[in-house]
């Protein structure tokens, strides 16, 4: 059984929200910052912060439905696209992050904040998820069983996954 999580947009809102609040504003890295922080969160405490389906693009993993939402920039929804860069036009909601959520984004935050393109793109590019799932011109999704590391966690997320409250 696949492992399958239901999204919580809101907590996907709040964490770009939080990435921008702390002081990086471009696109590119900014899904990157949100790749490590689910894998980190994943893998320390069993459930992922948001639940978006990440998929492996050329230059790197993506968040699909964040990617999406920034593409049409849809109005009303915290943040919106200019350029290359996604710009806040509120602050954070943190009751909807947990402690945990946080320590996670300040990890993916430490791993790609700041960093050029080429060093983000060369960074998440030795990522094993992004490699074990990029097909050439594509955009293929990666599973969350290519973002856990343990074989424990995933059989047990196997059963429960798709029930779980983010």
Known sequence: MPIQFNMNTQKAIESVLWVIQNG????Y????I????EKYHINKYGRP?????????EYGTVPSWLYNAAKIEKPGIGFFKRDNSLIADREPM??????????ALKHGFGEYAGLDFNSVKEKNHREPAWKNNY????????PFE???EEDWLKEDLALVSNNMEL
């Open 94 to 103: 943190m009751d909807y992050l947990s402690q945990s959520d946080v320590k």
């Open 24 to 27: 990086e504003s471009n696109m």
């Open 135 to 142: 097909v050439h011109n594509s955009s293929a999704p990666i």
């Open 146 to 148: 290519d973002i856990i």
């Open 29 to 32: 890295n900014i899904w990157k």
């Open 49 to 57: 912060i948001t639940g978006d389906q990440y998929v492996a693009m």
């Open 34 to 37: 949100l790749f490590s922080a």
